[in-house]
């Protein structure tokens, strides 16, 4: 079974993780527990602020950059707030998508101790990284009903969960 804490996989009869030495037999409960609504909701949050601050940072850095590209000091108004629009949006997307491949988690994540895997505990791939964060624009333009799908299932999963097999769920905590 893979580790929930670091996604080595063990054997199936191993007790703990060979890698970071987490109980595995304790990922029944309270690790491996669906999250719900509002813990989600609170990494949400810092998830928002964080990708906020980089995406603003990053379309500064690059409109200066598009000028000097361009050879001109004086770039159209609508250019730059096009540019630095398709940077944060780039920059959004990416964030999204590579932390949960990459830690299996977002920052909001990692505070709000909770992580996306597989439905069988599997660490997720670029793939269905993807997939989820296609679904999760699907719940931005049906009104946020894909978010709210989470308190109607007992797994607690949205809409861009079923979308790409995976569920939130609690972390290990290590001893
Ligand atoms: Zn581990």
Redesign the pocket.
Known sequence: MY??????L?SDEAKF??????A?MSQGHPAGKPAGFWIRFFAELIDIVVVLVIANMCATATVPLLGLSIGISNIPHQAVELTAMLVAAFVISFYEIWMHVRFGRTLGKMAAGIKVVTVKNEPVTYKLSFLRWLGKMLNLFTLGFGFFMIVLNKDKRGVHDYVANTKVVYL?TKK
Not at 3 to 8: D, E, L
Not at 17 to 22: E, H, K
């Open positions: 580790c929930i804490y670091c996604n080595k063990n993780c060979m890698n970071c030495g987490v595995l290990a």
